[in-house]
Structure formats: structure tokens, C-alpha cells
């Protein structure tokens, strides 16, 4: 067997020749702080409707990584970077009949990337390391991947609760390679976060309850992506136009500033080797599609079960299906003040999907003026008539009620 160090070092060029940007050993444990800041964030219920987060089984195989692999002992972290959104955090709130994506979901779904790379990694330890198991993990398993990412070094978890590296900032994703082989591991990562509070105070929910605390049910990552129901009333205005995720603390964090001006190591280095036979940065699945940059959001009420399928073909957006992503650009339109969409929503208030016709008649209340609150009043009131769905018919008589008080109606 090769020595240690130079079998470290060819791992990570291999994984460099595969578009990971960095690549770090630790063994497979848990610091004590992290696992006992996972039990806190449990008993609390952040997790909101991510039942499986609170699993017993499963938090017990977070705590212990060892769980994952009979004689894991090492873990191989890795860095894989997409693209910053090329807007800042006014322009994407000054776009108001346009929906803010996440940056991560601009281009092709990642877990599908990460994996294909990942395997291609582990398919290379095989004949690195000779004899051993292993088994690759992108993060829909139980492992704490922030804070093995810490132990090896990779980065440290920033107050927003992601790793931050201090080159390369935060725009990237985690996988790991749990591994059977003894690999000398690398140093822990010192956190750099100081006295900076930056995303905390731009958080437009104050999802961050705390430094490294971010409650679930707060976070619009959560309620524009996981949570599938009826959004809370009093959360929808301070959503403003984001419609499939939130990238705030990411892009008020200094770190990714100075990454940004450090010659752009994540564009640069998003594809693969950094030699002449790296490919062609076309071919790269996690290049930004050139749609999902502020897309317009009447376009997007538009489609249909078959328009949404193929608009968001190989894209993580399919994750909230058409009934999710179209709640969100309802309550993006009716935190829009643009009146030019009361028509859209009046037809998506006859649409097949309870959440739809009732986040439609939300925006709509928001959307009423002195001109048109009559009109939508009297829509609405067709509407409650023959609604069946006892949540929609509770969000248009709350929007009526609440259009008739602004009117002088009791
Ligand atoms: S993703 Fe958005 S809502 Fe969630 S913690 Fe960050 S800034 Fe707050
Ligand atoms: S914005 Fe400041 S506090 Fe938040 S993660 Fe970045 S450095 Fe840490």
C-alpha cells in the first residue's frame, strides 16, 4: 500500500478531475456539539413536517456515522460548487413580476450529478485502496454532513448553519465516501464567523433564531421546497418573490464575497481538472439554465401538469411538483403590487389544486385596490359557492373579510 500522504494526494486529483473543489479525510465521528445542537433543534420541533428528521433510528445513525458502514474508518468529504446567482440580493427583490430560484436548482438536479461523480470516485478507490468496502452518500441519507465537513476540514458551519470555506465561500454541495481503508485524516476547520451577524439580521423571517440555529419551519427553503400544505398566512408577505428557495444569508455572507473576488475560484474550477483536457463548460448538467434566471412568474402560472414536466425536466424544482412551485409564484404575485396579475389569478382560482385556488385567492385580497376590489369580490364570492375544499373556502372568506373591512363593509 502506498504511503499515506501520497495516497491522500492522488484521491484529491482524482476528485479535482471530477469537478470537486475539495477533498478531505476525517474519521467517521460526530463532535459532541454538533450531535447535541441536533438533539436541541429535535425536542424544539424545527424540523416542521420533516418527520424523518426526528426519527429515532435515524438521529441515532447521525450521532454516529460508525453506523453507516460495519468497520467504516474513514470519511471522505467533498466539495461540489454551482454557480452564485449573478443578481445581488436587490436586484432579485426589485424584479417583482419575476420569481427568485435558489442557485443551486438553476441547472440540473445535483443529487443526480454528485452521485454519477461520487461513484465514479469510489470506482477509482477501489483501485487505490485494493481491498475495502465503501459506500457513497449525497445528502438524502442520515449523516451529518455539516459537521463531518468541519472535522475534516473541509469548511466550518457558518451561523446559517451551511460550510463556508475561506476561499471558496459557501456555493457549494456536500457529498461523502465512507470508507473501510484507514486514510490519514485531515485537520478540523476553524470557524470564522467572529462577531459577524450578517445573515441573521437580512434573514426576511428571522428563520435564524439564533447563530447556528435555523428553524425549519421559518426558513423559505423549507416552506417554498419541503413543506407541501398551506403556508402560514403571516409568513407569506415576508416571502417577497421567492419561489423555490432562498439564497439571502448566503449572498450577504462575507465569505462569499471575498471568494467572489478571489479570481473565481468556484467558476474556474466548477467543471473538473484544472489542466487543458477539462471539458467543455457547455456539457456541465450544473451550469445555470439561462430560464431559471428570474423567471416571469405569469409564465409560470401557466403551466400545466404536461408544461411544468418538461419546463422543469432533470431540475431539483420537480421536487415540489406543479401544486407546490405554483402556490409559491401565487404568493409571489400577491406580494408583487402588480395588478396586472389579478386576471391570472382570478382563472388559477378555478384550477384543479386546492393549495393553487387558495394561495390565488390569497394574492388576489393583496392585489385589491379601490378599482378592482368589487370585481374580485364578487369572483370570490362565486367562487365560495360551489368550493368544496374546506382550507380553500377558509382562504377566500378570509380574503373577502378582509377586502370588505378595507371597503367599510362589516
Ligand atoms: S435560506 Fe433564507 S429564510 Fe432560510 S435562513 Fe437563509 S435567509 Fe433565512
Ligand atoms: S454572514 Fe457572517 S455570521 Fe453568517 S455565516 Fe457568513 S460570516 Fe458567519
Not at 479535482?16 to 456539539?33: N, Q, Y
Not at 450544473?286 to 414536466?309: K, M, Q, V
Not at 362565486?382 to 380553500?392: H, L, R, T, Y
Amino acid at each position: 500500500m502506498m504511503e499515506s500522504a501520497g495516497l491522500k494526494s492522488l484521491i484529491r486529483a482524482r476528485a479535482d478531475a471530477l469537478g470537486f473543489v475539495s477533498c478531505r479525510v476525517t474519521r467517521p465521528r460526530v463532535d459532541r456539539m454538533h450531535a447535541d445542537a441536533l438533539q436541541q433543534w429535535v425536542a424544539a420541533d424545527m424540523q416542521g413536517e420533516m418527520t424523518w428528521m426526528a426519527e429515532e433510528n435515524r438521529l441515532q445513525r447521525r450521532r454516529q456515522p460508525e453506523s453507516m458502514l460495519a468497520n467504516v474508518r474513514s470519511v471522505i468529504t467533498v466539495a461540489m460548487p454551482y454557480s452564485a446567482p449573478d443578481y445581488g440580493l436587490d436586484e432579485a427583490s426589485a424584479a417583482r413580476a419575476h420569481g427568485v430560484i435558489t442557485a443551486y436548482a438553476h441547472g440540473d438536479d445535483y443529487h443526480d450529478v454528485m452521485k454519477k461523480r461520487l461513484k465514479a470516485l469510489a470506482a477509482e478507490l477501489d483501485a487505490l485502496l485494493g481491498r475495502h468496502d465503501q459506500r457513497v452518500f449525497v445528502d438524502t441519507a442520515p449523516v451529518l454532513e455539516h459537521a463531518l465537513a468541519e472535522r475534516a476540514g473541509l469548511g466550518w458551519q457558518g451561523k446559517h448553519s451551511l460550510t463556508i470555506d475561506r476561499q471558496l465561500g459557501s456555493w457549494f454541495l456536500l457529498g461523502e465516501i465512507f470508507t473501510t481503508a484507514e486514510l490519514e485524516a485531515d485537520e478540523a476547520a476553524l470557524n470564522h464567523c467572529g462577531s459577524c451577524s450578517a445573515c441573521m439580521d437580512i434573514c426576511p423571517t428571522g428563520a435564524i433564531v439564533a447563530p447556528y440555529v435555523v428553524d425549519a419551519r421559518l426558513c423559505i427553503s423549507y416552506l417554498t421546497i419541503e413543506f407541501d400544505g398551506f403556508i402560514p398566512r403571516h409568513l407569506r408577505p415576508l416571502m417577497g418573490n421567492r419561489i423555490y428557495g432562498c439564497d439571502d444569508c448566503q449572498l450577504v455572507c462575507p465569505w462569499n464575497g471575498y471568494a467572489a473576488k478571489g479570481a473565481g475560484v468556484l467558476r474556474d474550477r466548477r467543471i473538473g481538472p484544472s489542466s487543458a483536457s477539462r471539458p467543455d463548460p457547455e456539457a456541465d448538467p450544473l451550469r445555470p439554465r439561462r430560464e431559471n434566471h428570474l423567471p416571469d412568474l405569469a409564465s409560470l402560472l401557466r403551466l400545466d401538469e404536461d408544461g411544468f414536466r418538461q419546463r422543469f425536466r432533470k431540475s431539483p424544482v420537480r421536487r415540489t411538483k406543479r401544486r407546490g412551485l405554483l402556490r409559491n409564484v401565487c404568493i409571489a404575485m400577491g406580494n408583487s403590487g402588480q395588478v396586472a396579475f389579478v386576471d391570472a389569478l382570478m382563472q388559477a382560482l378555478q384550477d384543479g389544486e386546492p393549495l393553487i385556488r387558495g394561495h390565488a385567492a390569497w394574492a388576489l385580497g393583496r392585489l385589491a385596490h379601490a378599482q378592482n376590489r368589487q370585481a374580485i369580490i364578487r369572483a370570490m364570492t362565486a367562487c365560495a359557492a360551489s368550493e368544496a375544499n374546506q382550507q380553500v373556502l377558509e382562504e377566500v372568506e378570509t380574503s373577502i373579510r378582509q377586502m370588505n373591512k378595507t371597503d367599510g363593509v362589516t
